[in-house]
């Protein structure tokens, strides 16, 4: 390996965190909600993107925070910033992207798609 000092942890704001990258997901999610809405045929208008696809957006601000918050947790408690945190965050917004699938194993199979 390398003869470079580590440099000391710090501890990241869990919460924080979570909400801010919950936030940000969430309107990558209105913007994708927007284009299916677009996209689509339906009686709905222009607010059918929250009446019809809104669950997109709930979904991708759920993931983006699940994401983050797990992320965070695990760094804290393994006071170590390496890859293996975001895999266990991923894993956890993987497993949400399987509940919105309705199939146990889809859920498996995006929580250990990184694996």
Not at 22 to 32: E, P
Request: hydrophobic letters at 45%; one cysteine or more.
């Amino acid at each position: 390996m390398s003869d470079l000092p580590v440099p000391p942890y710090s501890p990241k704001p869990s919460l924080k965190y979570a909400s801010a990258i919950g936030l940000q997901a969430g309107a990558v999610g209105v913007f994708v909600s927007a284009i299916q809405n677009a996209l689509g045929s339906h009686s709905n208008g222009a607010m059918g993107f929250i009446t019809r696809t809104g669950g997109t957006i709930a979904l991708f601000a759920g993931m983006g925070a699940t994401f983050a918050l797990t992320e965070s947790i695990v760094a804290n408690q393994r006071r170590k910033d390496d890859p293996l945190n975001g895999a266990a965050g991923a894993c956890a917004a993987g497993f949400l992207a399987g509940i919105r699938g309705m199939s146990l194993p889809r859920r498996w199979h995006c929580m250990f798609k990184l694996l």
